[in-house]
């Protein structure tokens, strides 16, 4: 599982890896990963993300193409949520963030300001974040990178997904990696997807296979 989080840790950012073995030689710190330290010893990792770079591309695409559009953006780093932040910031966009470590009210206060707030454009939420709240102004929705469950997935998806919504449209929008973790990851969301389908309303592919055992996902991690 730690080489698991470290190659999604790549695939977002890889200051994310570095921050991780930071955080756990750092004596004052309960946080950070033996793995990612380890594997990171004398090691230099990139500043940059090709990742953060293409979604401030596209935020700044949507929002310029209305003055109505906003986007919720999630991601399950708290860091790379702090690292958008900084993004948007030097880019002058409005926007507010939620994670766990955010108290109840001022994660109320952050809803409604995205919610009613014409200058703040963007959400940015773990998924702590995807749980009860209403974002009924979003016209976009980002998952940065993905959950491994289907019902976190459907979670994220429902907060814009809403009778509610002030907008005729939302739009839906998932980054990966091809050949990467996240394409796997993208690969098993299907997966549990069509077998939530099976049991729910009795569809299925009969021309195809349900492979969610431990040995195919070994056999993908030996090949990376």
């Known amino acids: 599982m730690s080489r698991i989080t470290a190659l999604r840790m790549l695939c977002d950012h890889p200051q994310l890896l570095r921050k991780s073995a930071e955080d756990f030689d750092d004596p004052d710190s309960p946080m950070g990963s033996q793995y990612a330290a380890t594997v990171l010893k004398g090691a230099s990792v990139p500043t940059a993300s090709n990742k953060l770079d293409a979604l401030m591309e596209q935020v700044k695409e949507i929002l310029t193409e209305s003055d109505d559009h906003k986007v919720v953006i999630f991601s399950g780093f708290k860091a790379m949520l702090a690292m958008m932040s900084y993004e948007l910031k030097e880019r002058k ?64 998806m429902a907060r814009i997904d809403r009778i509610s919504s002030l907008h005729d449209n939302i ?21 549990k997807q069509l077998i ?14 349900l492979n969610l055992d431990l040995s195919s996902l070994r056999e993908f991690l030996v090949g990376t």
């Open 171 to 191: 739009y839906i929008n998932s980054m990966f990696g091809r050949d990467t973790i996240e394409a796997r990851q993208l690969e098993m969301l299907r997966q």
């Open 93 to 156: 966009v409005g926007h507010t963030l939620i994670s766990g470590d955010v108290v109840s009210k001022l994660r109320d206060e952050r809803i409604v300001k995205f919610n009613t707030d014409d200058r703040c454009r963007v959400f940015l939420s773990s998924d702590a974040g995807a749980y009860g709240v209403n974002l009924n102004a979003g016209s976009h929705l980002i998952s940065y990178d993905l959950p491994w469950s289907a019902g976190g997935y459907a979670q994220r």
């Open 196 to 209: 939530g389908a099976a049991f729910l309303d009795g569809q299925y592919d009969p021309k195809g296979t």
